[in-house]
């Protein structure tokens, strides 16, 4: 095996396109890429190759002439020959259909169509990129990693709500869960790194990144998280409310005249740390003006924190034993001023967090950030999404045979 035969795994966004070649001797990124502002005139190609920077205009491109600059450059870099075995693909939603990874064909392309349905934003633009790929590279291997797929293992107590049942048996409406990925990646690290039996553990795994949630694993499967139908159930994000009364939209109506898209905007993209500070979406920022005398910016924190504490207790009591809780994505790894705040609300589960080790505890790096005497272990375990896109190519490519040695 090349030192530089990769996987290359893409994810496609609605406005955007993020790439990455991951090689399959160490797992490291040999190129990683983003197009950015896609249909704009701003739109524009960053490819960073060992550490280089290199701009490509977009010139109001779209996502299939981000795929085609992309593919041009990757070759003025590496020849015509591209060291790339198999290409990954992260799908937002893969319904009940998917709980697993699937090796691209048209079936499973259209089914990952009927599963835009609960994904309209997100599933039409993962299939560019997926139609697009598959032109590009027909004999290629490619593969479907849905971010679903993780918690297809729930309980049907937790995966269902409490609403008529036919709406379940005939539309499909239950609660799917998301940043499955993420979630999967964290728990076999985590039981690599504590040491866990693979057959018997139970983690709370935390993700709070722009779009934030926590899921319940026991024994390597996911049994609870707090998103559902979509991805805005749950915690408090960067622009997400999180949960809200339901009845919510209704009252909105009658009182502001709002109607359902101004509703679901506004939940989606003008609430959570943006909506209540005022200031940002985004924890750095939102944590200075806090610190500058905010009080808007203050409460938003609390607001976080709050919830935050509140979806791992409702995590834990999923779980017949608590190992350890982990927190990752851009603020559970780097905010240790957060993980404090949070922490120090846990201690019913047993959770006493050293101050040194949290504070030392450097983005990038696993880190235990539990005090030695602690019943819980915590830890901060940083997510590598595209590392793990990646090795399930690999093992889709396996368990198909299509992997030679
Ligand atoms: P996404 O969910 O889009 O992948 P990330 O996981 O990168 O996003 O998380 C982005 C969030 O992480 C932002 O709110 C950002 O402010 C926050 N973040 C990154 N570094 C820090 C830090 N040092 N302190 C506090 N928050 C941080």
């Given at each position: 095996m090349g030192e530089q035969q990769s996987v290359l795994v893409l994810n496609c966004g609605s406005s955007s396109l993020k790439f990455a070649m991951v090689t399959l001797r160490r797992g490291d990124a040999l190129v990683v890429g983003l197009a950015e502002c896609l249909g704009s005139p701003e739109a524009r190609l960053v490819i960073t190759v060992n550490g280089e920077r290199h701009f490509s205009d977009l010139q109001a491109g779209d996502h299939q002439k981000a795929i085609d600059v992309m593919l041009a450059r990757m070759v003025e870099i590496f020849g015509e020959r591209l060291p790339i075995i198999g290409i990954g693909h992260r799908v937002v939603h893969g319904g009940e259909r998917f709980s697993g990874p699937a090796l691209l064909d048209d079936t499973v392309e259209k089914e990952i169509q009927l599963c835009a349905t609960f994904a309209p934003l997100h599933n039409p633009a993962n299939l560019i990129g997926i139609r697009g790929m598959r032109k590009a590279f027909p004999r290629l291997p490619?593969?479907?990693?849905?971010?679903?797929?993780?918690?297809?293992?729930?309980?049907?107590?937790?995966?269902?709500?409490?609403?008529?049942?036919?709406l379940y048996t005939d539309r499909g409406i239950r609660r799917y869960g998301f940043h499955?990925?993420?979630?999967?990646?964290?728990?076999?690290?985590?039981?690599?790194?504590?040491?866990?039996?693979?057959?018997?553990?139970?983690?709370?795994?935390?993700?709070?990144?722009?779009?934030?949630?926590?899921?319940?694993?026991?024994?390597?499967?996911?049994?609870?998280?707090?998103?559902?139908l979509s991805p805005l159930e749950g915690m408090a994000m960067g622009t997400r409310s999180g949960d809200v009364d339901p009845d919510l939209p209704?009252?909105?109506?009658?009182?502001?005249?709002?109607?359902q898209k101004a509703v679901s905007e506004m939940l989606n993209r003008r609430s959570g740390l943006l909506g209540l500070s005022g200031?940002?979406?985004?924890?750095?920022?939102?944590l200075i003006a806090e610190e500058n005398g905010n009080q808007r910016a203050k409460l938003a924190v609390e607001v976080f924190?709050?919830?935050?504490?509140?979806?791992?207790?409702?995590?834990?009591?999923?779980?017949?034993?608590?190992?350890?809780?982990?927190?990752?994505?851009?603020?559970?790894?780097?905010?240790?001023?957060?993980?404090?705040?949070?922490?120090r609300r846990l201690r019913l589960l047993g959770v006493e967090l050293s101050a040194e080790r949290n504070e030392t505890a450097a983005g990038g790096s696993v880190a235990v950030i539990s005090a030695e005497a602690s019943r819980t272990t915590c830890l901060v375990v940083p997510t590598n999404e595209e590392l793990m896109i990646a090795r399930e190519v690999v093992k889709t490519m396996d368990t198909h045979g299509q992997l030679s040695e």
């Open positions: 490619q593969v479907a990693v849905f971010d679903t797929a993780f918690h297809q293992t729930m309980p049907q107590a937790a995966f269902m709500y409490a609403i008529p049942h036919e499955g990925t993420s979630h999967a990646y964290i728990t076999s690290e985590t039981v690599g790194v504590l040491g866990l039996d693979p057959q018997s553990h139970g983690l709370v795994t935390v993700h709070l990144g722009n779009g934030c949630s926590a899921c319940a694993v026991c024994n390597g499967q996911s049994v609870e998280t707090t998103m559902g209704r009252f909105l109506a009658e009182l502001c005249g709002m109607d200031v940002s979406s985004d924890m750095r920022a939102v924190v709050h919830r935050t504490v509140r979806a791992v207790f409702s995590m834990a009591s999923a779980l017949a034993r608590l190992d350890a809780i982990v927190f990752t994505g851009g603020i559970g790894e780097n905010s240790a001023e957060i993980r404090k705040r949070v922490g």
